[in-house]
């Protein structure tokens, strides 16, 4: 057969790296407590966190600071978190741990095939990119997290009146995003441009550091019509 001409969406560009012998414990020993595994099947929240409450998803959560200080400031949310690189799964099932956060899951598995295939359409509150690979180099741009067919698709997860944030350190990127995002029909700019940063997304030590060396960061947050 010939090969695809339209080859599937990715969320994510496989890179090895190290995984320490603590997350590797912690992949191993609490993946079962706080890990939802993937399937070809709508996930239910309620089951999932054992309660009914607003479900936020977070799409390449990194490390995992971030993502378990809004989860530990904001109880009154659920929090799904996704993540491929297995070092920052373990951090981040760590923190879980450590932090005792009941409110907080995590799919180890690419971000489109989760959208696609566990969360039902109008079913999120909220969605998160913070931060996403910028590809800084232009023949690379194609694989940047935020096309036009990503964000339609995540669009089409978002209840009505539910928000989806970006957030980069690139301008030039950041542009990229606000133009994508102002083209989904079924989202609207809650700014009239870029956001200011919003008190839930906390600042991290990098992006302090940035900032203080004149670096920008830019904030895009659009809702859902």
Do not use: C
Not at 17 to 25: F, I, L, M, T
Not at 47 to 70: K, V, W
């Amino acid at each position: 057969m010939p090969a695809n001409p339209h080859p599937p969406i990715r969320s994510f560009v496989l890179r090895q790296g190290r995984v320490s012998n603590a997350q590797r414990r912690a992949v191993d020993t609490l993946t079962a407590v706080y890990g939802i595994a993937y399937a070809s099947r709508v996930l239910d929240f309620e089951q999932a966190f054992g309660r009914s409450a607003p479900t936020l998803l977070e799409i390449g959560f990194g490390m995992g600071e971030t993502t378990a200080l809004i989860a530990k400031t904001h109880p009154e949310n659920n929090y799904l978190g996704i993540e491929v690189h297995t070092p920052g799964v373990g951090s981040l099932l760590k923190r879980i741990e450590e932090e005792r956060l009941s409110n907080l899951r995590i799919i180890q598995h690419d971000a489109v095939e989760v959208l696609e295939h566990m969360i039902a359409p109008a079913s999120l509150a909220g969605a998160h990119i913070f931060f996403p690979d910028p590809w800084p180099k232009k023949r690379h741009h194609k694989r940047r997290l935020i096309q036009p067919g990503f964000v339609a698709l995540l669009a089409s997860r978002l209840a009505p009146g539910a928000y989806l944030h970006a957030a980069t350190d690139w301008e030039e990127y950041a542009e990229q995003i606000l133009a994508v995002f102002a083209a989904e029909p079924a989202l609207a700019n809650t700014a009239p441009g870029f956001a200011p940063r919003p008190d839930y997304r906390p600042q991290t030590k990098f992006e302090s550091r940035g900032l203080k060396l004149g670096h920008g960061v830019w904030d895009i947050v659009f809702r859902k019509i």
